[in-house]
Every structure is written in C-alpha cells, then in structure tokens.
C-alpha cells in the first residue's frame, strides 16, 4: 500500500469523523469515498482498515494489526485496482468470490480505487453484491468522478466526501513533511483545498517560475513593442498549459482585488495588488475569457506561436480599452 503522508490532517478530518459512529457500533455494508485527490483518497482508506483492526488504540498505525494493513498484506484487507486503471467485470467477479469466502477475523474490508473507472458491466456486476452483502463484508469505492457512478451504485452506498480543506491546515501539513515554509504556501494556495493537489505542486519546482511569469507578462505588457520581448518568456511556449492555469489563478485573484475580497494566491498578494492597479475590473475579465478562447484554439491544434502572439495583442489592447 501507498506511503501515508497526511495521517494526522485526515485524523483530524471531517470525513473521519463522519465514520466515528460506524467505527464503533459496527460498519456498514458500503462507502463511497468521494474526491478527485485520489491518492488521499486510497490513504484515508489505509487509514479507515487502520482504525478497524488497530489493536491498539485507534489506527496507532504501530502495532501488528496496523502494520498489515499498512504494508498491504493484512488477509482481511484487499485493495482492488491500485493503479487506478479501467477495472473490468473480471476484477469484479473475483472480488465477489473472495468476498463469499469467510474472513479470518469476521471482518473482511475492500477497497475500489477510482471505481469510477469501472464499466458499466463491471459496476453492475458489484451491484448485485451491494445488494445482497455477505456477513462482516464492507465495501469502499474510491471515487473521484461521481458522475460515473451508476445511480444504482450510490444509493447503495454512504457517500463520504473528502474535506476541502482550508489553506493554513494544507500549509501546515505540507511543512509537516519538511517543505520549506515558502514552497508550503504556494502549494497550499494553488491546491484548492486538496493535500495530494499540493503535494505535487510542492514537489514541482516550476511552479515559482510559472508564477513570476505570469506575474512578469502582466507587468510588461504596456506597448506593442513589448510583445516580443513578454514573447521570450520560456514557460509561455513550453509549458503553456499551465503557464495559462497559473495566469487565469492571477487575473481572478486581480479581480477580487478589484472587489475588496481575499486573494487565493497571498503569497504574492502585494505584487498582485499593485499589478491590479494597472487594470479595470472590465479589462482583467475580458482578459480570462482570452486566455480560455487561446485554449480553445490550442485543443484544435493551431499554430502556437501565432496563438500566443495575438494573445498578447488581445490583453494589450484589453487593457487600454477599458481603462
Ligand atoms: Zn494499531
């Protein structure tokens, strides 16, 4: 099984919390696990067997008991798709023998990473398990995109939805894991509230850079003349996907300037504060409906130089239209 990163954040999380009651009178029959973190969502479920057979007190993560479910070779926990790959009806069907077979301890757990990945054969193949469970058997699905679920599916189930979770905690569990203080923050302000999101974004290093690119094309760009030299900026041709990602981030956080509301990215919040000046609140949002017309045009392939190009005119002329 995974490697746990955020132990103590999902401990302390609402949706832990949620099972409180589960864990001790008894679980149910099936769970949906819902978030697009998907890593987190297979650790909280790491977590969630840790609590059920901890011998200790709960999921200590310490003990024998824990320490099978950890390594991934406890007899009563099985994790099914952990690569998170389409799942077929075979897959299921040998979760559904496994699952008539009595447990050692009279608990038997399973897991479905990103279950939505199922087909429609295989999830109705699960189906007629959910609907006729076997003693001491208790289902999780792994969800990150709900609406692939059969309606079916979900009501047979107790949907958990993962915390979104605030951007101090993010921070806090990111520094728990030895990133620096300034690496913590920027990840935890483009994460959304999602740990495995920030995690990545702290373990990129481009993401600095994508940032004072962004925030350098919007200082620069004041005449025409200064198109090619903003055209120079690397990350706008080579990583223009999230170079265009990171520069909408800025232009909303202008925009709630603009508004007198919170900015998401305070980690240059005074840089974006006095860039915002430069610009109404009418040219910064005709300035994000470019940028998405600008990918729109990429996803069918036009030319990208000369896509960027007349970007770059478009915010230019953006900007002095709504002054
Ligand atoms: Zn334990």
Partial sequence: ????????????SRAYELLGGDFSNGLGHAYMLVSSDDEVVKEFFTLIAS????????????????????????????VVNGEGQVIKADAIRELTEDAGIRSFSGTKLYYIHRAD?????????????????????????????????????KSRTRQIALDIFDNATVKEAMMSLGIDEDTA?????????????AYKIAGSPDYANLYSSALNLLK???????????????????????????????????????GNNPVLSRHVGLEIRNIAEGFSA????EIILLINEARRKLSLNV?????????????????????
């Avoid at 200590?60 to 007899?75: A, D």
């Avoid at 003693?135 to 079916?152: C, P, Q, R, W, Y």
């Avoid at 990840?187 to 999602?194: Q, T």
């Fill in 1 to 12: 099984m995974s490697e746990l990163l955020f132990t103590n954040t999902l401990k302390g």
């Fill in 51 to 78: 609590t059920v057979f901890c011998t200790e007190n709960s999921a200590c993560l310490k003990c024998n008991e824990c320490s099978k479910v950890l390594h991934g070779n406890h007899p009563d926990v099985v």
């Fill in 117 to 153: 990945l199922m087909n429609a054969v295989a999830q109705n193949k699960l189906l007629k398990t959910l609907e006729e469970p076997p003693k001491g058997v208790t289902i999780f699905l792994g969800v990150s995109n709900e609406s692939a679920m059969l309606d079916t599916i």
């Fill in 185 to 197: 923050s920027l990840s935890a302000d483009c994460s959304e509230g999602l740990l495995g999101k």
């Fill in 220 to 258: 620069g760009l004041n005449r025409s003349a200064d198109v090619i030299t903003v055209d120079r900026i690397p990350e706008l041709t080579k990583k223009t996907d999230e170079f265009f990602n990171i520069l909408s981030i800025v232009l909303r956080d202008m925009l709630a300037v603009k």
């Fill in 282 to 285: 009418k040219a910064i949002s």
């Fill in 303 to 323: 030319n990208l130089q000369g896509t960027i190009d007349s970007l770059l005119f478009s915010i230019l002329e953006a900007k002095y239209k709504w002054q």
